[in-house]
Every structure is written in structure tokens, then in C-alpha cells.
């Protein structure tokens, strides 16, 4: 064989090698980022979760119970006794 042929089949040689490690390195970081991948989703699914977790507290706030019951216990409200009710008639429209 030549020293050109040599020469060229060192080369190629060198350049087979550097791909092989290139296709091992780009396996390895596939898996890595399949990983974190993996972990996002399921950071998305607890987040998906919560959220519907806090749109049911949120109507919760809101329904006629819960308001009496927190009117009840802070503000220390009650249902008025009959003769406690006053009603007044007026005029509508004038």
C-alpha cells in the first residue's frame, strides 16, 4: 500500500471513531432528555391537578352555604328574630 492510502485510511479510520462517539453521546443525551421530558409531564399532570382542585374550591367560596356559615362565624351574623323584621312600603317609580 501507498503512504497516500495509509494516510487515508488512518483518516477515515479517525472519522469513523469520532462519529461512533458522536451517535454514543447522542444516544446518552436522548435518554437525558427523554428524563427531564418524562419529569415535565409530570410537573404538567400535578399542575393540571391543582388546578381543577382549585377551580372546585373557588365555587366553593362562592355557594350560599359557605357564605352564610363565614357570615355566621367572623362577622358573628345571625338570622334575624320575626320581631326584629321591619318591613317598609314605599312608592316604586317616583
Known amino acids: 500500500m501507498k503512504r497516500s492510502q495509509l494516510w487515508m485510511l488512518l483518516v477515515l479510520a479517525v472519522v469513523v471513531l469520532v462519529s461512533a462517539i458522536a451517535v454514543v453521546h447522542a444516544k446518552y443525551r436522548s435518554r437525558v432528555l427523554f428524563g427531564e421530558l418524562k419529569a415535565l409531564d409530570a410537573q404538567v399532570d400535578e399542575a393540571a391537578i391543582e388546578w381543577e382542585r382549585l377551580l372546585i374550591e373557588h365555587g366553593a367560596w362562592g355557594t350560599p352555604a359557605h357564605i352564610e356559615a363565614s357570615a355566621r362565624k367572623k362577622l358573628k351574623m ?16 317616583s
Not at 345571625?78 to 317609580?93: L, Q, S, T, W, Y
Open 78 to 93: 345571625r338570622m334575624p328574630r320575626a320581631d326584629e323584621v321591619i318591613v317598609i312600603k314605599g312608592h316604586h317609580g
